[in-house]
């Protein structure tokens, strides 16, 4: 794993020039910029694919997953923040960079991982940066966490075709959530619950691998 300095790689001229192209792709909320900031991305990443850390753009993480466009964790955080959520489920540890930006702005995250050596990995980051309000679990994603339900904001990492019913179930009332939907075309959706109602906006289109069932081990 790459160190979390990163000399040579990780100066704050390069952190700032990413901050400032997502500035110009239109994010505004400060508090999702501050973080993105003060997160190495480059430790989410194996050594050598560190140098491309601060790019915008999506970089494999193995096992058919990626690490997402800093735009796309910065546009769906924005999103969620929208709503002030204190409590979060994620769907899709993946590297934990997601979760990590999440465990700065909320007060607790339970992020649920179906691939074991991601989540291992993830794990070791989380214990790097000395995040203690994340929980990870290991377990079918579509199925969520319900044992802690219901949750403020729900962020799903990857497409369903249709949004699952049990992560409605786990949506708290006023609660936000921001997931892509659909299979070809893809759609990124705001999804408030208002009782038993749930209103649904779209934002702009995505492109997600798939959310998929069973554990990978």
Request: aromatic share 4%; charged share 25%; with cysteine.
């Amino acid at each position: 794993m790459v160190a979390i300095d990163g000399i040579g790689m990780t100066s704050r001229r390069t952190r700032l020039r990413l901050i400032q192209r997502l500035r110009e792709a239109g994010i505004r909320d400060e508090r999702v910029l501050g973080v993105m900031e003060e997160i190495p991305r480059h430790i989410f990443l194996d050594e050598a694919l560190a140098h491309r850390a601060y790019e915008d753009t999506a970089l494999p993480i193995g096992y058919s997953q990626t690490l997402s466009q800093p735009y796309i964790v910065a546009r769906m955080t924005e999103v969620l923040m929208s709503a002030s959520p204190k409590k979060v489920l994620e769907l899709g540890t993946g590297s934990g960079y997601q979760t990590a930006i999440l465990a700065r702005l909320c007060d607790e995250v339970y992020s649920v991982e179906r691939i074991k050596p991601l989540q291992d990995k993830a794990r070791e980051r989380m214990h790097l940066l000395k995040m203690r309000n994340v929980m990870l679990r290991l377990a079918d994603g579509p199925m969520g966490w319900p044992e802690h339900a219901p949750y403020d904001g729900i962020i799903v990492t990857a497409a369903p075709r249709v949004v699952p019913q049990e992560l409605l179930d786990q949506l708290a009332d006023g609660g936000v959530m921001v997931i892509p939907v659909g299979e070809e075309h893809q759609m990124l959706v705001r999804i408030t619950r208002d009782g038993d109602q749930f209103h649904t906006e779209d934002i702009e289109p995505v492109r997600f691998v798939p959310l998929l069932g069973g554990v990978v081990r």
